[in-house]
């Protein structure tokens, strides 16, 4: 058993773990009670996305994913601030 | 030496990835199980901002230098955003009117 294969490998099962977490942090964003929840879930799906397509730009070998997920990143910290604004201010001024 | 030193960074890469892995998932079971927002927060906060970082890590180490420095300034980024974002959280449903939940005790306390 090669080690180098054995990462490989651990890099796919990881990319598949953390998607599955994915779905089960959707359900809060279902059926969250208060919408600061439903902020709180898309805001670490949008950590858990970053995460796998990091995870997927080292399976496959593609460096320039790596800056798909820094705009992603931004856009994600964008949008929890603007929602959260819009929440407490009621209007985005 | 050289094979050596390459099999215990492979090695640091795997404990660094699965730990990261075990981090972002108790953060996913404390946004399901926790009773509020406050709480969610919490739990969620920390834990994402570990795991991720455990993860990128155990990307650049096995990563060439050029990669390298992309993920840290990603790490850094996460760091730095994510705290910000749950306080803004935070701060938007304090001052929409929502109570933290307290502790009720038993009359045998």
């Known amino acids: 058993m090669d080690i180098a294969w054995l990462l490989n490998s651990s890099y796919q099962l990881c990319a598949i773990l953390v998607m599955m977490m994915v779905f089960l942090s959707l359900i809060r964003a279902l059926i969250g009670p208060t919408a600061p929840d439903r902020i709180t879930a898309i805001n670490i799906i949008g950590t858990k996305i970053l995460v796998i397509i990091t995870l997927i730009a080292r399976v496959y070998e593609q460096q320039y994913y790596l800056d798909i997920a820094m705009v992603y990143a931004l856009m994600s910290f964008i949008t929890t601030i603007g929602v959260a604004k819009y929440l407490e201010k009621g209007a985005l001024d | ?109």
């Open chain 2, 1 to 109: 030496m050289a094979d050596q030193l390459v099999y215990i960074l492979d090695l640091l890469a795997l404990i660094s990835l699965f730990g990261g892995v075990f981090f972002l998932f108790v953060g996913t079971l404390g946004l399901l199980r926790l009773p509020d927002v406050f709480n969610r927060l919490h739990a969620t906060t920390k834990c994402d901002t570990l795991g991720a970082g455990l993860i990128l890590l155990s990307l650049a180490i096995q990563s060439t230098v050029n990669v390298a420095v992309r993920l840290f300034l990603l790490a850094f980024f996460i760091l730095i955003t994510n705290p910000t974002a749950a306080h803004v959280i935070a701060r938007a449903a304090y001052k929409t009117g929502i109570k933290p939940v307290l502790v009720k005790r038993s009359k045998n306390d």
